[in-house]
């Protein structure tokens, strides 16, 4: 099974304030990604990296920034936090030549008030 | 637009019946479905995933089959558990398309609740 890690489980901040959400992986998998989801919704691709210095947009247009200067280490970072930046945030990483199977954190719900 | 559908945002079933969940898709290029498990306030977990060249794939009481023609799939859990109730994500990729990214697009989710 794979391991994928993500700190903070919660974050609760106020408007202004710059975050980095951590996602780190065990397994060596070169392809990463970030997720985000709000209840009732499908999960949308932000962020998603190929390898080191790799990192692209995804499919839903993000002010969140990436970066991937380690193979296991995959951060995420908001300059300034929004309310609309309320949600849930999922890092996962892939196997296999075409990483076709995802395997998930648990996630960061993260609250800006 | 919405490329994967999933119509049902419910469904409750008694415990050891059969939990069926519909997910349909628009792009005729995706070849690789997966259903994935939630729990609130955790990462969805992988079940079960079928490739187009099948159109059914079975692991103990999760089946998934396949209908290209409709674009069409779909989980049953037989029998169904308390425990399986939480959100159900079916989501679809184009895996060998050149330059395939390894990106999966995801339905919006169907919340099973399985009944004791």
Known sequence: ?113 | DQQVKQNSPSLSVQEGRISILNCDYTNSMFDYFLWYKKYPAEGPTFLISISSIKDKNEDGRFTVFLNKSAKHLSLHIVPSQPGDSAVYFCAASAIFLSGNTGKLIFGQGTTLQVKP
Request: with cysteine; proline share 4%; aromatic share 10%.
């Open chain 1, 1 to 113: 099974e794979a391991d994928i890690y993500q700190t903070p489980r919660y974050l609760v901040i106020g408007t202004g304030k710059k975050i980095t959400l951590e996602c780190s992986q065990t397994m060596g998998h070169d392809k990463m990604y970030w997720y985000q989801q709000d209840p009732g919704m499908e999960l949308h691709l932000i962020h998603y990296s190929y390898g080191v210095n790799s990192t692209e947009k995804g499919d839903l247009s993000s002010e969140s920034t990436v970066s991937r200067i380690r193979t296991e280490h995959f951060p995420l970072t908001l300059e300034s936090a929004r309310p609309s930046h309320t949600s849930q945030y999922l890092c996962a990483s892939s196997e296999g030549p075409f990483g076709e199977k995802l395997f998930f954190g648990s996630g960061t719900q993260l609250s800006v008030l």
